[in-house]
């Protein structure tokens, strides 16, 4: 069998066909270049705990920026013929237009169907040897059996008042402390203040940390080791200590918790930047830097530490919530913030009196706490994982 060569030329021009390129183009698999950050914020979004801390922080912040603007009441109105009032009613029906609530300390008030506190209800006479208190409520007479438990309420014939149904409390919606101060606007002004006290003492903890731990770091050998010496000196006595030992010289207020955590929480921060400056700064992008002639406070701020943002960044995201027990707890045991500013941790030592009688005022702002503390421990987790350049695909 003989080869043949094709002549080209003598293939008439009506038997050639294109062939397309789309075929060609669906192999290559492409997508728009990301930056570091951007690549991080998309790996952000894609972790659903992280986001749920993320949108749990922000509804917060706007709630204790803008919430007191939207209430009738303040943080420091006091109305003792409302103290202790639960933010749920059982209320008894004495006709189609008259309801009452009998609250502890064998308090009646009046109250509409639909759970609108309107008054408190005085006794026209008691008879504490029967154990009996009679009141009069459009003139129908109410008569409070406390002789036995449960508490019975009766009319002028002895017969029991009907229980009508359980209904939210709409003058105040989480109830009232034992002063009848409303407690879901003092909860609001509770997370402006741990808020703002969180977010500066991490600020200041930042500053801190970020400027001992890229000296130390950056300078290296006796510089370093003398540092981070004093570094270890501090860390021997529990932080917290140091923050009540400051808080008892200093007299209780917001600047002074304030200048105690923001003077002692930065070692953690300062150890965290060191290491990532020891470890960048014999990269050849800061070799680069010093031929060029740059100095070493521009290597340090223009190079490093951009390049050590993210593990800094989640090391301030865990510090909050840190902030915020420990100023929960310095109020709870009385260095807090004084009356009548109220924080989440001065409620909780308010309400821990009282709380087999009114758990609610003590549940109440340790839930505030609790789900604080795990959204920023969530956003905090998903930043670790998102600004990891190990798990960047």
Known sequence: ??????????????????????????????????????????????????????????????????????????????????????PRLELFKIDNENYIYLANGLKIYSSTSNG?????????????????????????????????????????????????????????????????????????????????????ATLVNFFIGVLYGGISGYAGGRVDNIMMRIVDIISTVPLMLYVILLMVVLKPGLKPIIIALGSVFWVRMARIVRGQILSLKEQEFVMAARTIGATNLRILVRHLLPNAMGPIIVSMTMMIPTAIFTEAFLSFIGLGVPAPLASWGTLCNNALGGYRSYPYQLFLPSLAICITMLAFNFLGDGLRDALDPKLRK
């Open 116 to 200: 609108e506190i309107i008054n408190l209800l005085n006794p026209i006479k008691q008879d504490f040897q029967k154990k009996i208190k009679v009141y009069k409520l459009n003139g129908k007479e109410i008569v409070l059996d406390f002789s036995d438990k449960p508490f019975k309420l009766l009319n002028e014939n002895g017969n029991e008042y009907p229980f009508y149904k359980k209904v939210w409390n709409k003058n105040h919606l989480l109830g009232t402390d034992d002063l009848g101060r409303d407690l879901l606007i003092r909860i609001i002004y509770g997370a402006r203040i741990s808020l703002l006290i969180a977010f500066v």
């Open 1 to 86: 069998m003989s080869n043949s060569k094709v002549n080209m030329d003598s293939i008439p021009e009506d038997m050639w066909e294109k062939i397309d390129n789309k075929e060609k183009e669906s192999d290559l698999i492409s997508r728009p270049s990301l930056t570091y950050f951007q690549d991080a914020w998309r790996r952000l979004r894609r972790n659903i705990m992280s986001m749920i801390g993320l949108v749990i922080i922000i509804i917060l912040i706007l709630t204790a920026i803008f919430g007191p603007f939207f209430s009738k009441y303040n943080f420091s109105d006091q109305s003792l013929k409302m103290a202790s009032l639960p």
